[in-house]
């Protein structure tokens, strides 16, 4: 799996958007890009994933650039209650025969400021 | 829709017993799985099952044995505990479909003294 690179810890004022980078610049071509979070002595919680396209749901949207080096998880208006700590993860869509684990790395540290 | 229950929620061993974490999921997934979170190095994949009867190592697991008899439950076992396997356990499925998309249970704090 292509590793993937995050900054350490962000703030952002509650009610603005939340854009959390990551760098995975050597994704493969079958490899997609999932985004998780982890609130405090919880179990990690699925976000989004995307392939090349830009992809939305009811928690976040989640922006891959054109050469899929990169990608954005954008939460458009942050709440106290989106504290936590957000992985990005790169991995393929199905088997990944030898290598099954989910690689969490250590993520960013997101904290919402009233 | 429960999802994926573990059980217990915390648990304290003495070093040398042996016990069962158990992790059960109702949507019918194939593939199960068991990390570990200790802190400072993100969760490490300990054991895990690409369907009933079929098991494999993750990158942790010694100290560990798995079984999965059904689709819906993977126990992992602990054979003789050691102070070094204290962590957070977590337990997590996802479809056969979209290997990825996993969905984790609350977790076993096990403190071993």
């Known amino acids: 799996d292509a590793k993937t690179t995050q900054p350490p810890s962000m703030d952002c004022a509650e009610g603005r958007a939340a854009n959390l980078p990551c760098n995975h610049s050597t994704i493969s071509g079958n490899e997609y890009v999932y985004w998780y979070r982890q609130i405090h002595s919880q179990g990690p919680q699925y976000i989004i994933h995307?392939?090349?396209n830009n992809e939305t749901n009811e928690m976040a949207s989640l922006i891959i650039t054109e050469d899929r080096k990169s990608s954005t998880l954008i939460l458009p208006h942050a709440t106290l209650r989106d504290t936590a700590v957000y992985y990005c993860?790169?991995?393929?869509?199905?088997?990944?025969?030898?290598?099954?684990?989910?690689?969490f790395g250590t993520g960013t540290r997101l904290t919402i400021i009233p | 829709n429960a999802g994926v229950t573990q059980t217990p929620k915390f648990q304290v061993l003495k070093t040398g017993q042996s016990m069962t974490l158990q992790c059960a999921q109702d949507m019918n997934h194939e593939y199960m799985s068991w990390y570990r979170q200790d802190p400072g190095m993100g969760l490490r994949l300990i054991h895990y099952?690409?369907?009933?009867?079929?098991?494999d190592q993750g990158e942790v697991p010694n100290g560990y044995n798995v079984s999965r008899s059904t689709t819906e439950d993977f126990p992992l076992r602990l054979l003789s505990a050691a102070p070094s396997q204290t962590s957070v356990y977590f337990c997590a499925s996802s479809p056969t479909q979209v290997r990825g998309r996993a969905f984790f249970g609350q977790g076993t704090r096990l403190t071993v003294v």
């Open positions: 099952s690409v369907g009933a009867g079929i098991t």
């Open positions: 995307g392939l090349k």
């Open positions: 993860i790169v991995r393929g869509l199905r088997n990944n025969f030898g290598n099954e684990k989910l690689t």
